[in-house]
């Protein structure tokens, strides 16, 4: 129990200092690297894989409290996913597809196309040459769409399947792939204002005071709910923990499915491998929909949710990064940086190729919302739309928002992403590889297909 309250401790420690230090040093500021990653550094150089290498010791975190550190991930993660749609308004699939349909057609093919790079590189290149694991096919999408959230849930379904490297690769996979969005997404802004793609980032009079307007509209609106609202934290820790119990509940009832009607029938186990935290998004998915039909739905602050989520989400990456082992990096360096270079190349495709086929008009800033989210997080996508197109005058920002809901259970940290590493287990790195090619191109056509549509009209 002391040790568990001594993780604790340091962890908020490790925060205040990494905020400390964002604040002290403008470069960090200008690579918009989050204050948590930087207190997960900062406890990742202070441990044995930092300060304990030249001290020979274990530097300045016990076993136990790297032990506890090692556990939060994949208890703390299902919370962020509980939280993703609750509320939000959830719109039938028809209006998501008239609003957002090219920018779900583009985050899809570069999500797919993660796998295909992924797997194809494994099959060709690492398990031959290096003889590493078919699994490390599936890194790139999950270090780089699904992020630190999702590199650190999946940590146990890595090493339940024998890959215990893959969940440390994941993290650093992510942290390269924050660092590269904001610099090349920051580079390509600046070409695209070079080549006259965009106007240069400003904003007018006019502008200004449009945003103010809107601004004080959605502070208002807020402060509406909050007013409504009874025993508000506790409330929304109730609809946390209710999300996350359908979501245990929902992969129980698949976990018996499979081993009572499938298994027998010779269907591999693929769902005792599965972590709970994409089935609890699903969970929070049900109860907002109930709170739409039930009236409850109107008592959420969405701002509150984002507060529980972007907490548990922090304690997260600072207790992964801390407990990161750079030795399972450094025994697999020429995978690992075959894979980031991989992911990298794919992701500026996606940008500077696909977005131009795939978007009727304004394809810089839609092309950047999924290629800031393709290397690291949602937030760098909306980072870049707001640096490409501060006033919003493409809508890319509301097209953004939208797709979401019909990518985030999917993939980027959603069920196949959880799934993907039991399918290759199971059935071997080509057939998953000629599904994922396989969805990859029919969005990539339904995209184009989509724009000629649209200009057409």
């Known amino acids: ?33 989050p204050s948590s990653i930087i207190a997960g550094l900062l406890a990742l150089l202070l441990g044995p894989q930092g300060i304990g290498r030249i001290s020979g010791i274990n530097g300045m975190w016990t076993e136990a409290i790297l032990e506890v550190w090692s556990k939060l991930p994949g208890i ?11 509320g939000k308004s959830l719109p039938g699939i028809k209006k998501i597809w008239s609003k957002a349909g090219p920018m779900v057609a583009h985050g899809q093919t570069m999500a797919w196309g993660q796998y295909v790079v992924g797997i194809s590189l494994a099959m060709f ?39 215990s490297d893959g969940a440390d690769m994941a993290l650093g996979l992510a942290t390269i792939g924050v660092i590269m969005g904001v610099l090349l997404g920051t580079m390509a802004i600046n070409w695209a204002v070079w080549k006259q793609y965009i106007a240069p980032p400003g904003r007018s009079p006019q502008d200004e005071e449009a945003m103010a307007e809107h601004e004080t509209r959605e502070k208002n609106e807020a402060d509406d709910l909050r007013d409504k609202a009874i025993e508000p934290l506790s409330f929304h820790w109730g609809l946390v923990g209710s999300s996350i119990g359908l979501g245990w509940l929902l992969l129980k009832g698949l976990i018996w499915i499979e081993n009572a009607l499938l ?13 709970l935290f994409p089935l609890a998004m699903i969970g929070g998915v049900a109860v907002q929909s109930l709170g739409d039909r ?7 602050d969405r701002q509150l949710m984002n507060r529980i989520s972007g907490s548990s989400l922090d304690i997260l990456i600072v207790a992964a990064m801390g407990a990161l082992s750079l030795d399972a990096i450094g025994a697999n360096t020429g995978p690992f940086l075959l894979l980031a270079t991989g992911g990298i190349l794919w992701n500026i495709f996606g940008f500077a190729i696909l977005a131009r086929l795939m ?16 290397m690291g997080m949602t937030v760098i996508g909306l980072l870049l739309i707001r640096m490409s197109d501060p006033q919003n005058r493409s809508g890319a920002m509301e ?21 993907s590493l039991p399918l290759i287990y199971q059935f071997g790195p080509g057939p998953v590889l000629a599904g994922v090619t396989a969805l990859m191109t029919a969005w990539l056509i339904g995209g184009l297909w989509l724009v000629r549509r649209r200009k057409s009209s």
């Open 294 to 300: 039930l009236g409850y739905a109107k008592l959420i």
């Open 125 to 163: 290149v690492l398990v031959p040459v290096w003889d590493s694991s078919p699994l490390a096919g599936a890194l790139i999408e999950i270090g780089f769409e699904g992020g630190h959230g999702t590199a650190a849930g999946l940590g146990n379904t890595f090493r339940e399947l024998g890959f």
């Open 1 to 33: 129990m002391d040790n568990a309250f001594a993780a604790f401790i340091i962890i908020g420690i490790l925060i205040l200092a990494g905020k400390f230090i964002r604040r002290r040093l403008a470069f960090l500021r200008r690579l918009f690297l």
């Open 76 to 86: 703390l993660i299902s919370v962020v996913f509980a939280a993703l749609f609750l």
């Open 399 to 419: 097209a953004f928002g939208y797709k979401q809901l019909l990518f985030e259970p999917i993939v980027g940290g959603g069920l196949f992403t959880a799934i």
């Open 263 to 275: 298994t027998p029938l010779g269907w591999p186990e693929l769902f005792r491998h599965v972590p």
């Open 359 to 374: 978007f009727p008009r304004d394809w810089v800033p839609n092309g950047l919302a999924n290629f800031g989210q393709g």
